[in-house]
């Protein structure tokens, strides 16, 4: 196009209120971002933790390298194989007692993205370390709205005893700002959905949010005016991008809404949930992978950690037949029924990735996909759940880093080689370089081929 404008491909449609984030668009060019108009599009990182480790027998591939036949925990992923490293024999030491004595699911959560070994302490003197995802947030902040985005499907306490004298800070969080600062995650999509398109610029925000809630609208219906002009301006093929993510904005919105009506539904049976927050697990996990596609698609942040169940979580799984709960059950003493229900929670764990993975990949940027701009992190700070042991830990890195990955393996390393060393790999990856990340004793070789 020659025709000038003043939109950046990052820019944002404006409307009573909100600030609607586009995603990558190639119309736009002009002499502030013709540099930019060549430059790879930006990395993204994310963590996702799963509690009470897997049952390894289903989930480790029986041969290494490409070509791997996935074994039942991993096989929905199979639509996105070539996009996921599998990764065996990482271990967190910090995550054992270590003269500590019990508290192996707090230390699990604690340790996972820190690698720290955390103060044994249900009081106020907790201390772990700082995360992986916080490190790269403090050394890229400015760059995008939010430095970063920690989301969750179970609510926490910052205090009080939750396992065996650790705090419930600790089985909470995943995410640690510094050395006594746990990062509180978010729960309720609405919240997660105001918060990425509310009009900070505005003083009167939050009356104008009030306002929209009262009268049931669409975000979209405030910024249609100017979404129209802009499709003005951009050529075919954006235009029918832009669409695209308006009405997958749309959808989630519809999503929301339904889950807020039968949050009302439900209370007038006496079920006192949380507004915004879906009575079925399955959908509110997938609610808060859309938010997560959308902060990334919009740039509004490269950093986020998603926590699907609090460490030692004993939720139920109805919905696919096992009403016992997730932590008495990853205690199963060589039972093959209990191996049979836990499996299927595995399972279960892995079609919800499989379902961000696919989101990801359907989005395009640049050459290639949204996906392919990204390093997702997928699994558990204890491998068996029975024995709550700490090496070879059930790993996934999905995406390709912006092309310093090569998915599609299985790779193993030698046991005990601290998973921190990926973390420290994947900071460098991402453009937040630094020296250590917990225990890390270099970068994890065999990333790429």
Known sequence: ??????????????????SLALPWLESFRSASVLAAETAAPPRRLAF????????????????????????????????????????????????????DGPGDHARSASVFLTG????????????????????????????????????????????????????CAYSSNISWSSETTPVGKETNPRLVFQRLFADRSQSNSDRETTRREALRRSILDFVAD????????????????????????????????LVERESIRSREFEYRGPAGVPPDYREHIRLMCDMMVLAFQTDSTRIATFMMANAGSNRS?????????????????GDQKKHGKIRKI????????????EKLRAVKEGGGSLLDNCMIVYGSGLSDGNRHNNENLPILLAGRGGGTVDPGRHIRYKEETPLCNLYLSLLDRVGAPTEFIGDSTGQLRGLQI
């Open 317 to 333: 799984y109805r919905d696919i037949g096992v009403s016992d709960g997730h932590h008495d059950l990853s205690h199963h003493g």
């Open 226 to 257: 100017d979404a129209e002009r802009l499709q003005r301006k951009l050529a075919a093929r954006d235009v029918k991008k832009l669409d695209e993510y308006l009405t997958g904005v749309r959808e989630i919105e519809r999503r929301i809404e």
């Open 346 to 357: 595995n399972r279960f764990h892995v079609e919800q990735v499989a379902y961000l993975l």
């Open 48 to 99: 996702i933790f799963v509690p009470n480790g897997v049952h390894m027998p289903d989930w480790t591939p029986a041969t290494e390298g490409l070509g791997y036949r996935p074994p039942y925990i991993l096989e929905p992923l199979a639509k996105v194989q070539g996009d996921v490293l599998v990764i065996s024999g990482l271990t967190h030491d910090k995550g054992r007692a270590n003269g």
């Open 116 to 167: 720290a070994q955390p103060r044994k302490t249900s009081g106020a003197n907790i201390r772990s370390g700082i995360s992986v995802d916080q490190a790269a947030a403090q050394q890229i902040r400015g760059q995008t709205r939010f430095a970063s985005l920690e989301l969750g499907c179970e609510r926490g306490r910052g205090a009080g005893n939750c396992d065996s004298g650790y705090s």
């Open 1 to 18: 196009m020659t025709r000038k404008s003043h939109v950046s491909r990052r820019g944002a449609l404006k409307g009573l209120g909100v």
